[in-house]
């Protein structure tokens, strides 16, 4: 049996406490006590989860430049999770605009995106998936396309509160 899913990542931040509120305060993390007294680290875990954490953060100091991944340097451009519905994909967008942290959101046909910037200029996504059930032409065509994400329009389509899904994963 091969691998079925990430259990957690690790990022390297200037200051792990201030990077932990973020995620705390925008997204609903929890913080777990792994390594309690270990300076610099905070480990995350998502609201829902049943992994041990989701995300852990070390402190690098303030000092560190910026990340140059995907300008100058080799690195991972985004982590991304998942949310149940589009209302919450709705609620985190206000949530993520608020906080000066929302960059961009996008239809990707099969999925409904945001992408959003911790306070080091981290990217990260935040996607609802269509249930497989409710897959139709026009999603799977949209699949080779980017298009600018209309929150309204999906919600009227598909349903504010419809629990999103493992849509053409399964």
Known sequence: MGINRLNH?????R???????????????????IAEGMKGAVFLQAPGSTNDHDLGLFSVGDAAAPSEAGRRTVGMYHLAWEVDTLDELARLAHTLREHGALVGA?????????????????????????????????AMAGRSSVRPLDLAREQGRYGASTPGGVGISR
């Open 15 to 33: 200051d792990a406490d201030r990077s932990a509120e973020f995620y705390v305060d925008v997204l609903g993390f929890r913080r777990i006590a």
């Open 106 to 138: 996008s239809d990707h046909g099969t999925t409904k995106s945001l992408y959003a910037k911790d306070p080091d200029g981290l990217e990260f996504e935040v996607a609802w998936i269509i249930p497989a059930d409710l897959l139709d032409d026009e």
């Open 9 to 13: 990542a690790v990022l390297y931040v």
